[in-house]
């Protein structure tokens, strides 16, 4: 390989590029790049920059500026590192498309910059489609800079061992044997007319004494000797550079100057050999020392062609060192410039990724805003034609078909559901206008429905109802729906007693109902009225009636039979005279029970004919006080105590009947005392008088033997419903009635309520509670 080949092989681009300047451009660009990437983010340098680069409305166009400026100036610049036309080797041109490539690499890696930044932060935010987006950036930016990568790293590669090959043994050898061959011609040349200079100046100087002073002789001796020794110029110069004699061949030439340092050398004897200015020649200077400051200076030409090829030779084996010298600056020189090329269709291969992504996320991202708000219940949600992808445009007519159908589904539900609930709605005022009790039940007997009525008379609420097994709200149903499923086709009814929550009896008429689609049943419709106080109302009757009768036929002989037995009293007594006493013990047995049969058939009149109350507005304590006192003086063995923190309460009332229904509270109270196991213990009675909602309540309170454990308490109140031996069963069912009369009612035991008040004390016997409406409001 010849020096001029190994030239064309990049040393010229080696020499000419100046990389000092080049790799301050390099450090300057990317500290600007940091700056342009640290505030595309926040800030007001990024703001500039994106309002200034990346309008959302030029930003399209602008990368696609970008790109398109990008692919030519790499194209350029690789045809400038080429050398190619119209560039030629021009380091002017590489370094100026190097600049432009920094600067497009620098905007677009600001653009993609601020791309990913937005598609980070929409993923932080959690947009629709992000995630998607980022794995598609992500998978794109690889698959298209991966050629980019393994283009420039299998450049460099190349381009590195490429290199070797320029400084391989083999070649440093051809250089340092073409220089040495070139060398050792030339000085040849310079050893031959060395030779010959100087065996012409030893015989100029064996004839000085003939030559000085005859010039023409000297002149012919001087041609003489060039043509011998076949030189192609003779002179002789003194040291002020006057020529004393010269051969015929340097007529022509002209007589260049000497260096001083030639001189100097030759003074001192040394033959100096030098090379002409235009390297055409090789010459010789030595002084002559027969002559007076003289000096021969002879010439001889040597072949133009030879010495510009020992000239190159010269000059390529320079370059080759220097090249090796500074082989790694160029070789990272160059594997910047790949690195900065290849960086450069890295980013246009990613910002092509980038389009990319966004156009296989936006149709996704539209689909997943549109199902949000489909989901968020806005049918009329759309979706726009992405014509130029087949397969998400007709995902996207699909989804919009769907959304028309739902929408028009949608409406059509509404409309129905809007009749259904005005039916609902009529339903449901119908079921709570009746009085009786509903409970739909499913065909697992679970509560669907039930209407107010069910859930006051059950006292529950109707969300405490619902969903439960109708089993554990009224469990004595069971048996009854039993019997209607073995009979679906019929309604089934019975009377079932229930006791409530609160203690109290009630007797409910329930009728089921199943219900039926074909054959099959899916439920079943349970209802059920309180019949507790018709009933009593019915047996009241009924013994009010039986009383009526049973005061009519016995009263009217008992009078005939009292008077007849006073009369034979009083007629026979004094005319018996054996067994007189007996006499009178059988009259007064006979006068005493007639009496005792009188008052009962009173209480008989009384329970049938009770009279219509007189109410008149006045005070409750003085009246219960004064019933107090009364049983207070005839059982001096029992305590008895008022307490009452309204000493005003007043309402309308008939005083006799609330005295007679007082009355027979405390008999029953003594009764009820004087029966009880513990008769060591004095007895008490407490009356607590107060106010409950808007209604007025006196409680009585006894330490006896308390009420029935064995017996319903709402049987108490119903007529000759009794405990005692002599009692006649109307004592409660008067005071009961009398309550009623006044609005009121009759309790017995002591509800919560009660319990609460400070001034109601347990004694351990019975309460019974009377309450009456408040008429002074």
Same mark, same amino acid.
């Given at each position: 390989?010849?020096?001029?080949?190994?030239?064309?092989?990049?040393?010229?681009?080696?020499?000419?590029?100046?990389?000092?300047?080049?790799?301050?451009?390099?450090?300057?660009?990317?500290?600007?790049?940091?700056?342009?990437?640290?505030?595309?983010?926040?800030?007001?340098?990024?703001?500039?920059?994106?309002?200034?680069?990346?309008?959302?409305?030029?930003?399209?166009?602008?990368?696609?500026?970008?790109?398109?400026?990008?692919?030519?100036?790499?194209?350029?610049?690789?045809?400038?590192?080429?050398?190619?036309?119209?560039?030629?080797?021009?380091?002017?041109?590489?370094?100026?498309?190097?600049?432009?490539?920094?600067?497009?690499?620098?905007?677009?890696?600001?653009?993609?910059?601020?791309?990913?930044?937005?598609?980070?932060?929409?993923?932080?935010?959690?947009?629709?489609?992000?995630?998607?987006?980022?794995?598609?950036?992500?998978?794109?930016?690889?698959?298209?800079?991966?050629?980019?990568?393994?283009?420039?790293?299998?450049?460099?590669?190349?381009?590195?061992?490429?290199?070797?090959?320029?400084?391989?043994?083999?070649?440093?050898?051809?250089?340092?044997?073409?220089?040495?061959?070139?060398?050792?011609?030339?000085?040849?040349?310079?050893?031959?007319?060395?030779?010959?200079?100087?065996?012409?100046?030893?015989?100029?100087?064996?004839?000085?004494?003939?030559?000085?002073?005859?010039?023409?002789?000297?002149?012919?001796?001087?041609?003489?000797?060039?043509?011998?020794?076949?030189?192609?110029?003779?002179?002789?110069?003194?040291?002020?550079?006057?020529?004393?004699?010269?051969?015929?061949?340097?007529?022509?030439?002209?007589?260049?100057?000497?260096?001083?340092?030639?001189?100097?050398?030759?003074?001192?004897?040394?033959?100096?050999?030098?090379?002409?200015?235009?390297?055409?020649?090789?010459?010789?200077?030595?002084?002559?020392?027969?002559?007076?400051?003289?000096?021969?200076?002879?010439?001889?030409?040597?072949?133009?062609?030879?010495?510009?090829?020992?000239?190159?030779?010269?000059?390529?084996?320079?370059?080759?060192?220097?090249?090796?010298?500074?082989?790694?600056?160029?070789?990272?020189?160059?594997?910047?410039?790949?690195?900065?090329?290849?960086?450069?269709?890295?980013?246009?291969?990613?910002?092509?990724?980038?389009?990319?992504?966004?156009?296989?996320?936006?149709?996704?991202?539209?689909?997943?805003?549109?199902?949000?708000?489909?989901?968020?219940? $806005? +049918? @009329?949600? *759309?979706?726009? &034609?992405?014509?130029?992808?087949?397969?998400? =445009?007709? #995902?996207? !007519?699909?989804?919009? /078909?769907?959304?028309?159908?739902?929408?028009?589904?949608?409406?059509?539900?509404?409309?129905?559901?809007?009749?259904?609930?005005?039916?609902?709605?009529?339903?449901?005022?119908?079921?709570?206008?009746?009085?009786?009790?509903?409970?739909?039940?499913?065909?697992?007997?679970?509560?669907?429905?039930?209407?107010?009525?069910?859930?006051?008379?059950?006292?529950?609420?109707?969300? $405490? +109802? @619902?969903? *439960?097994?109708? &089993?554990?709200?009224?469990?004595?149903?069971? =048996?009854? #729906?039993? !019997?209607?499923?073995? /009979?679906?086709?019929?309604?089934?009814?019975?009377?079932?007693?229930?006791?409530?929550?609160?203690?109290?009896?009630?007797?409910?008429?329930?009728?089921?109902?199943?219900?039926?689609?074909?054959?099959?049943?899916?439920?079943?419709?349970?209802?059920?009225?309180?019949?507790?106080?018709?009933?009593?109302?019915?047996?009241?009757?009924?013994?009010?009636?039986?009383?009526?009768?049973?005061?009519?036929?016995?009263?009217?002989?008992?009078?005939?039979?009292?008077?007849?037995?006073?009369?034979?009293?009083?007629?026979?007594?004094?005319?018996?005279?054996?067994?007189?006493?007996?006499?009178?013990?059988?009259?007064?047995?006979?006068?005493?029970?007639?009496?005792?049969?009188?008052?009962?058939?009173?209480?008989?009149?009384?329970?049938?004919?009770?009279?219509?109350?007189?109410?008149?507005?006045?005070?409750?304590?003085?009246?219960?006080?004064?019933?107090?006192?009364?049983?207070?003086?005839?059982?001096?063995?029992?305590?008895?105590?008022?307490?009452?923190?309204?000493?005003?309460?007043?309402?309308?009332?008939?005083?006799?009947?609330?005295?007679?229904?007082?009355?027979?509270?405390?008999?029953?109270?003594?009764?009820?005392?004087?029966?009880?196991?513990?008769?060591?213990?004095?007895?008490?009675?407490?009356?607590?008088?107060?106010?409950?909602?808007?209604?007025?309540?006196?409680?009585?309170?006894?330490?006896?033997?308390?009420?029935?454990?064995?017996?319903?308490?709402?049987?108490?109140?119903?007529?000759?419903?009794?405990?005692?031996?002599?009692?006649?069963?109307?004592?409660?069912?008067?005071?009961?009635?009398?309550?009623?009369?006044?609005?009121?009612?009759?309790?017995?035991?002591?509800?919560?309520?009660?319990?609460?008040?400070?001034?109601?004390?347990?004694?351990?016997?019975?309460?019974?509670?009377?309450?009456?409406?408040?008429?002074?409001?």
């Amino acid at each position: 390989m010849s020096g001029k080949e190994i030239n064309k092989d990049k040393i010229k681009l080696s020499q000419s590029l100046n990389l000092s300047s080049f790799k301050d451009f390099l450090v300057n660009a990317f500290v600007v790049l940091a700056s342009f990437a640290k505030g595309s983010g926040n800030g007001r340098r990024g703001r500039l920059f994106r309002r200034s680069f990346f309008l959302r409305e030029w930003q399209n166009i602008a990368v696609i500026g970008l790109v398109i400026a990008g692919i030519i100036s790499g194209i350029v610049t690789y045809a400038a590192l080429n050398e190619a036309p119209p560039f030629g080797s021009s380091p002017n041109m590489v370094i100026w498309m190097l600049n432009a490539d920094l600067v497009i690499l620098l905007m677009l890696v600001a653009t993609i910059a601020s791309k990913l930044v937005g598609i980070w932060s929409g993923r932080k935010r959690d947009v629709a489609g992000s995630h998607l987006h980022v794995r598609l950036v992500y998978t794109f930016s690889i698959l298209a800079a991966a050629p980019a990568i393994i283009m420039t790293v299998f450049s460099a590669y190349f381009f590195h061992f490429g290199v070797q090959t320029w400084f391989s043994q083999r070649i440093q050898t051809a250089i340092a044997e073409s220089q040495a061959v070139a060398q050792a011609y030339l000085e040849e040349h310079k050893q031959v007319i060395r030779a010959d200079t100087l065996a012409m100046a030893n015989d100029l100087d064996r004839q000085s004494m003939m030559l000085i002073g005859n010039a023409g002789a000297l002149e012919d001796v001087v041609q003489t000797q060039s043509m011998i020794r076949n030189l192609s110029e003779v002179i002789i110069f003194d040291s002020n550079g006057r020529v004393l004699a010269r051969s015929g061949l340097t007529f022509t030439l002209e007589f260049e100057e000497v260096p001083k340092y030639a001189l100097d050398q030759a003074l001192l004897g040394d033959v100096v050999v030098m090379t002409g200015g235009n390297d055409d020649r090789v010459r010789a200077l030595v002084k002559l020392n027969g002559f007076v400051d003289s000096y021969l200076f002879a010439g001889r030409m040597v072949d133009q062609k030879v010495l510009s090829h020992l000239n190159a030779t010269k000059q390529a084996s320079e370059s080759y060192n220097n090249l090796e010298e500074r082989y790694s600056s160029l070789q990272v020189t160059v594997n910047l410039i790949f690195v900065v090329v290849g960086f450069l269709l890295v980013l246009i291969a990613i910002w092509f990724g980038l389009i990319l992504a966004r156009q296989l996320v936006t149709p996704i991202r539209e689909l997943i805003a549109a199902s949000d708000r489909v989901r968020a219940g $806005d +049918m @009329t949600a *759309r979706v726009g &034609s992405f014509k130029n992808m087949e397969e998400l =445009d007709y #995902l996207g !007519r699909s989804f919009n /078909r769907m959304t028309s159908q739902i929408e028009e589904q949608q409406s059509e539900l509404i409309q129905a559901n809007r009749q259904l609930d005005r039916r609902r709605r009529l339903t449901e005022t119908v079921l709570e206008g009746v009085s009786a009790g509903i409970v739909g039940l499913d065909d697992k007997g679970v509560v669907n429905l039930a209407n107010s009525s069910a859930a006051r008379l059950l006292l529950r609420e109707v969300s $405490d +109802m @619902t969903g *439960r097994p109708v &089993s554990d709200i009224f469990p004595q149903i069971t =048996d009854l #729906l039993d !019997r209607a499923h073995d /009979r679906p086709h019929k309604v089934t009814q019975a009377e079932i007693p229930f006791v409530l929550d609160d203690g109290s009896a009630k007797i409910f008429l329930v009728r089921i109902a199943i219900e039926l689609i074909g054959e099959e049943e899916v439920g079943a419709i349970l209802t059920f009225d309180d019949i507790t106080e018709l009933q009593s109302a019915q047996r009241k009757a009924a013994w009010a009636d039986v009383a009526r009768r049973i005061a009519h036929e016995i009263k009217n002989p008992l009078t005939p039979i009292q008077l007849s037995a006073e009369r034979l009293k009083r007629k026979y007594l004094s005319q018996i005279k054996d067994d007189a006493d007996v006499f009178s013990q059988c009259t007064d047995t006979i006068i005493k029970h007639v009496g005792d049969i009188g008052h009962m058939v009173n209480e008989f009149s009384s329970f049938a004919r009770m009279p219509e109350p007189v109410m008149k507005e006045g005070k409750l304590l003085p009246l219960v006080k004064d019933v107090l006192v009364l049983q207070g003086q005839a059982h001096n063995d029992i305590e008895f105590q008022v307490h009452c923190d309204d000493k005003n309460i007043a309402t309308k009332f008939d005083a006799h009947q609330i005295r007679q229904a007082l009355t027979n509270l405390i008999q029953n109270a003594i009764d009820s005392i004087h029966g009880a196991d513990d008769v060591s213990q004095k007895g008490r009675i407490d009356v607590v008088m107060g106010y409950y909602d808007d209604q007025i309540f006196i409680s009585l309170a006894d330490n006896g033997a308390g009420l029935p454990k064995d017996e319903n308490i709402s049987r108490l109140m119903e007529p000759y419903v009794t405990h005692k031996a002599k009692g006649t069963g109307l004592g409660l069912a008067i005071v009961k009635k009398i309550m009623e009369d006044h609005n009121g009612a009759l309790s017995l035991g002591a509800p919560d309520w009660l319990k609460r008040d400070k001034n109601y004390s347990d004694l351990g016997g019975a309460t019974v509670v009377l309450l009456m409406g408040n008429h002074s409001l």
